[in-house]
């Protein structure tokens, strides 16, 4: 059978993946993770002495702690297996990578194991997310400068 | 025909009974600082604590207006500033600074104290990180 | 070219052992035991590996009741980079080693030389296998365990098992081997390692059809035809490719694969399994058990593997296949 023959049966064979279910699936899991965030954004606000502009630090710690423990437990895996996007773009998915790195490579020892394997999958997010945030800060700076927007 | 006409009767009366726009403070200007207030559209509830020449004026931007919260809380305090320049007015549209006022309102705190805490909310709303 | 094997090695034991989650294998009966602890109680998923390979390869001595120095060669493989597992219980094991990477056709391609040097007159005793763990392999291959990626349903599960084959001189009442075709390396353009089955069942296609043409034979002239571990969507592909050579559909029963139905029916393993450890638990226990009560008379077992790096794939490469088929007839 020649290759183009064979990609064409392939493609009729493999099964679709279901992107509608995937995206409720993943809108649901992604909302249910925002609207915690937000509880435990609140909680802070009222019980601690925190402003909303200054909540977002212990927020974070937060929710990156139970993606801690979920990790741990193995339980976060079966939740990315549901949800996909909905558990991986927020900032648990983001304690998920490095956690699950930091778990895997401990059997190399802290400083060349752990250490020199935690941004393993991360790494790319941290990079790419300074390097953005550094672009996006300039264009608003010309612009500003150049009078079109104020700061 | 008489049983949803009561709810939404008993809906509105509730809409009515909530204090949206709340003074307090010693002295009588209230409805003075009310009316400035209401005057801004974007303003959904505030709450408004001063003693003597210190005034905080905690507001809860209406939801679709939040995305300009801190352009709307600078034309707030220009404006409290222009019309009261004697007075140290401070305005926060931080929802901790509103839930804090309301607290004060609620346990009726009364001159030093009260004092005291309107500089504490203040320095809190000032606060970075 | 197909090699025929005069002599005809025999199949004289199947030693196989696996870890927890394949107690839920429907093949989970043939296997000579299966652990609880993936990692066998050592401090490293390695090490769990090395020591489930000295296990099947005492099982497999153990029924012959022969011991490791009466053993000539010792030929396997795994998926570990550098194959150290399987090279460190060779150390243990104190035989004459030779390492063979083909993936997860790796337990063919060591029955294959260990028939070999059988024949030829220089062994009377090889052990010939490979094996899997999964924790060590998707760590390598693909994600951290923990980490929550979702597996399409074209994904296969790693297995964790080793099966090791002891092959000696010709025994009339054990399964032998006849005939064997090793396989070249296939590309079909496929390049997606959550999609093995479409990137092996070409090459399984190849030396399949090879192995029949040459020896003159047809399907039915087997009783079946097992392959490692195309899992379900990849049978279905080498099913369609081989209707398409004029296979009639009558003889596509015959045909098989040790992945698609290792855990039976359960989605939470998606295509189904894969793993070196797959093929050679599933052909060393259930496929000899089965020759050796009469079930089957002549049997063609082709292991399949991707022969892929996770380098290659990141530098864009295309996945290029192996199949490597065994002609095994009873009396």
Redesign the interface.
Known sequence: MEKEQYQQLEQNVTPKPPYLKNVAKAFFVGGLICAIGQAVSLFYIIFFNFTEATAGNPTVATMVFFAMLLTGLGLYKRIGQFAGAGSAVPVTGFGNAVISAAIEHRSEGLVLGVGGNLFKLAGSVVLFGVVSAFFVALIKYILVTIGVVSW | MTLPLLVVLMLLNGCAEKEKFIVYGPSQNGSEVEALIKEEDYVERSTVIYYDDSMLVAVQIKPWEKWKKAKLEKKLQKKFEEKYPNKDVFVSA????F?EANKIKKDQIEDNKLNDKITELKD??K??? | MVIIFQSKPSLLAGGVVAGPLENRSIFSQYFDAVYDDERWQMKTNEQGHRKMIEEACDAAMKKIGVQSGDIDYFMGGDLVNQMTPTNFAARDLEIPFIGLFSACATSVSSAIVACLLTELGAANFSLAGASSQHNAIERQFRYPINYGAQKPKTAQWTVTAAGYALIGKHREEYPSIEAATIGKSVDYGMDDPFHMGAAMAPAAFQTIQSHLQQRNQKIYHYDLILTGDLGQLGLKLLKGMLVENGVKNEELTLLRDAGAEFYGQDEAFQSGASGAGCSAAVFFSYVIQQMRAGSYKRVLLVATGALLSPLSYQQGETIPCTAHAIEITMK
């Open positions: 931080d929802y901790k600074i839930y809190l709303a606060e970075e990180t």
